[in-house]
């Protein structure tokens, strides 16, 4: 059974910083794509981040020099470092995998097979 647990998420102010970790379990995990997305309320899942299996990344625009996403093959944790926060980063922030044999990173939440519950994230002004 497939498992993907996020924890750090928090309340923090503008400007702050905050690390998101994504643990995996229940798969091959440096046989998948890994990636971050976003729901603030009323709004669509959006992507955030995301990482291929070989380390490639890709970002949003919207975070694009503030996130930084990484992964750690052997302890199968995905993380997001969050700086320069805004209030518009406030959201649930969900951890995605991806079985893929491609080294793309995916940007569209139709294209991920397992997601985590999600932790919140609220960054006040």
């Known amino acids: 059974q497939v498992q993907l647990l996020e924890s750090g998420g928090g309340l923090v102010q503008a400007g702050g910083s905050l690390r998101l970790s994504c643990a995996a379990s229940?798969?091959?995990?440096?046989?998948?794509?890994m990636g971050w997305f976003r729901q603030a309320p009323g709004k669509e899942r959006e992507f955030v981040a995301a990482i291929t299996q070989i380390a490639i990344t890709r970002y949003a625009d919207s975070v694009k020099g503030r996130f930084t996403i990484s992964r750690d093959n052997a302890k199968n944790t995905v993380s997001l470092i969050m700086n320069s926060l805004k209030p518009e980063d406030t959201a649930v922030y969900y951890c995605a995998a991806r079985l893929t044999y491609t080294y793309v990173p995916a940007t569209t939440t139709g294209l991920y097979d397992y997601w985590g519950q999600g932790t919140q994230v609220t960054v006040s002004s």
């Open positions: 229940g798969l091959t995990f440096g046989s998948y794509g």
